[in-house]
């Protein structure tokens, strides 16, 4: 559910039309919806506490939307975040998130970032070698401190999601062996500098069956018994993100978070952990759509082309995961009359075959100029911006009710070429 829809034959998001936004801001931009932020996160945790699940966190994953207002939007309903850099760290506690609930997860964390999170009192790092451990230990003991690892495991399990997003099988990069996780254990509990106190997964993004969550989260169980067994001492279960969410608007139904949350209860309620989650996309891709505008068609000889605004550099996932996005006129009424709806690649003015934003789209013929939106593009869609074919990035606006902000604004081609210098010897 989002807070995009047509009222009087035009998109709107929540109280304002967007063909307005568009004359403020100028296309491309990314429009963001606060209610729904607000919603796809209540909605979790609602389904969380209903299957009692009372000591629980949802630590949202700063990577999939790092706009600081998107963050602030779900910090101030409580979210901690999943941070997997520096720079998110950063983001996160500029947002508002306090310290105590940033977990810091990914496979290349450096000293330095070690330091920064150590210095500020992180809740825990999600470490996923032993290498990483024993680095995290030197560095915690320097500086006088315990860090609160979990360890990600990896529970070789295959969430049948693209290969691009799955991170759960044993041939992937994340995580410890699920047959080492035992001796990684007792090797953090012989170091100063760091407590094991929880387990970690992770098994993949845009995951629409339940069921490979289900054989995780018993085999975290089943962990969590032999760790226990060992003498550890587990406080916590962060078994990730990765709900999958609707891109083709009518079409597919993903899980729904009470179902998720019901699988999580059955499998480890009794566990006496605090169970935390890191979900992202369940939380922005629909509260965000892509505006563009028409800068004119191309009919070629095998293939109509619709040449839009915007582009792989403000929407990679169609080239990079063969993703689908609904794209739609904002004048609900365009070709509504007319029957010459035909069927364009939706593309863009960047030099590569692969910008598409979609293909085979049925459309009516649109005038240069006319306003498209591109839907579910709140998650892995900004961040994953370029400026290649030197564009200028995409702003981002965020609607909240009758109010909204330019969160992010587009740069002058000033500011982008700031940092670059010809040196003085050519
Ligand atoms: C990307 C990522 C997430 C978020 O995944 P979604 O599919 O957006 O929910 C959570 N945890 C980790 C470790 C990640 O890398």
Known sequence: MDEFTYRDGTLHAEQLPIAALAEAVGTPFYCYSAATLRRHYTVLDEALAEAGLSERLICYSVKANSNLAVIATLAQLGAGADIVSQGELRRALEAGV?????VFSGVGKTAEEMRAALAVGILQFNVESLSEIDLLADTATAMGKTAHIALRVNPDIDAGTHEKISTGKAENKFGIAWEEARTAFAHAEALDG???SGIDIHIGSQITELEPFGRAFEKIAGLLADLRAD???????????GLGVPYGRDNDTPPDPSA???IIADTLSDSGCMIMLEPGRLIAANAGILVTSVIRTKQGQAKNFMIVDAAMTELMR??????HHHIAPIDEDTGAHDAAIKQWDVVGPVCETGDYLGLDRDLPVLESGALLAIFAAGAYGAVLGSAYNTRLPAPEVLVDGEKWAIVRA??????LLAGEAIPDWL
């Open 410 to 415: 587009r740069p002058d081609y000033q500011s």
């Open 194 to 196: 760091v407590t094991a």
């Open 260 to 262: 998720y949350a019901q």
């Open 231 to 241: 003498g550890h001492d587990i406080r916590r279960l962060d078994l990730g993100g």
């Open 318 to 323: 169609p080239t990079l995961y063969g993703a």
């Open 98 to 102: 306090p310290a105590e609930k940033i």
